[in-house]
């Protein structure tokens, strides 16, 4: 069956990303694209409507983003987003200036005008704004829908197409009424079909691989996450015993990580081959306490024995779990940010190894991951694990990684993610784990002074990982959480908990 499909044209925005999760969340398929794609491209992708996003850009600079008006003249639903209004509003001969008053934030929208994109959104709904560019004048070929609760035009529509610009971001989470905009405007003006779910993508994703791979063999390293774990099955399914997969056992692992995950994967047709690597990845980390070095040590062993692995089984290809947002990145124009972390993704890898990807989560979200790995038969525990990093336990360990400050973390944390788990926090909270702090302080324990280590738990809320803020575990189970570390952890006296956020924080600590 057909999917209809949506083209979001990304002029840079922080939050475009959020368009396409809320236009997949109706169960439509949709894609990011670049905000320069030509019409021959749109042509051919044959989309039901497009959606221009936001941008840090104003209409006024120098070389401002802007798409290929003849776009305009193809007849599909067009819908801009803040900077993607206006540029619209420009076409439309309307003028747009340095707004007076600096819109930012909570707006109520007064409706002026019915429209079928307006349908079931009330009178004095909160919009959230945020611009510096106000269309004050509209063109002659523009109907005002709706204006802010200052008067500035907040919604309007061509007066013979179906293109409308919103001056608000309907697809943050602040606009109470942004996700019936967004579905008026996909189905009532757009006519999609709301067909698109991730399950169904197990047939056609079995042939892709099937089509790439055709008949070569491929080497899939799994690390015990969701994504790992699901492009893996997903693979296996179509090729078969062409797949060699492996789990390396850095040493840094989380406490009983293989035994969890190894039962599910071998039922599910994938029979990972477990390299116990601890003792290298101990070794060449003895004594090195910089973030950086640490990362780059565990990325170049992974790269030696991965090497390995590709030439023993005579591999051309390589499975990775790459995500969407991950794709998305590339395909921004505000550029490559900064380093904050160099994060060891195995994106380096097939470059020197000469191996071909082999990608089939690509298009694809998180949850939506989740759900594709719960309809492959994946166990729950193991699809609605939070998200680990690459090197494991060492960047949690800060200064000296040894296997004494190993097992002391991996048994803390073990500790609290089932306290977690008992009181039903766990599903609720995005991502959680122990730190151990290179700080000892004193405590007393019966009659006894102790010096010993300190621990941190971190609890966060996020939707990618991009942004995310602390969570509010309630008091009595932070409590509980404490006493039960510190009792049955030789090793450690104190327990603090993080309360930073992400910005300026970021979720690990190194
Ligand atoms: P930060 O600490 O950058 O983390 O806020 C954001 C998310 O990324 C994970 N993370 C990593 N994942 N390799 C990975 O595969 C890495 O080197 C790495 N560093 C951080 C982190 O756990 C969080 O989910």
Known sequence: MEFSKVLILDFGSQVTKLIARNVRELNVYCE????????NEIIEQNPKCIILSGSPASIYDKKNPEFDKEILSLNIPILGICYGAQLLSKIFKSQVKKSKIREFGPVKLIKIKQDKILDKIPNNS??????????????????????????SVAIFKHKAKKIYGTQFHPEVVHTSFGKKFISNFIFSISNCKNNWKPSRLIKSKTKEIQDLVKGGRAISAISGGVDSSVSS?????????????FIVDTGLMR????????????????????????????????????????RKIIGKTFIELFEKEAKRTKAEFLVQGTLYPDVIESVSISGPSAVIKSHHNVGGLPKRM???????????????????????????????????????LAIRILGEINQERVKILQEADSIYINILKEKKLYDLIWQAFCVLIPIKTVGVMGDERTYENTIAIRAVNSTDGMTAS???IPYDVLDLISSEIINSVKGINKVVFDISNKPPSTIEWE
């Open 255 to 294: 406490k009983d990580e293989i035994k969890l995950i190894l039962p599910n994967l071998k039922k599910l047709g994938v029979n990972p081959k477990v390299i116990n690597a601890s003792k290298i990845f101990l070794s060449r980390l003895k004594g090195v306490t910089n973030p950086e070095k640490k």
């Open 32 to 39: 990011i694209v670049r905000f320069d794609i030509s019409i």
């Open 126 to 151: 909160i919009s959230w704004m945020s611009h510096g560019d106000t269309i004050y004048k509209p063109g002659k070929v523009i109907d005002v829908l709706a204006r802010s609760e200052f008067g």
């Open 470 to 472: 602390w969570s509010r």
């Open 233 to 245: 099955v997903l693979v296996a399914n179509a090729i078969g015993t062409k797949l060699n997969s």
């Open 354 to 392: 000469k191996l071909k990807l082999v990608e089939p989560l690509r298009d694809l979200f998180k949850d939506e991951v989740r759900v594709l790995g719960k309809s492959l038969g994946i166990e729950k525990d193991l699809i609605s694990r939070h998200p680990f990093p690459g090197p494991g």
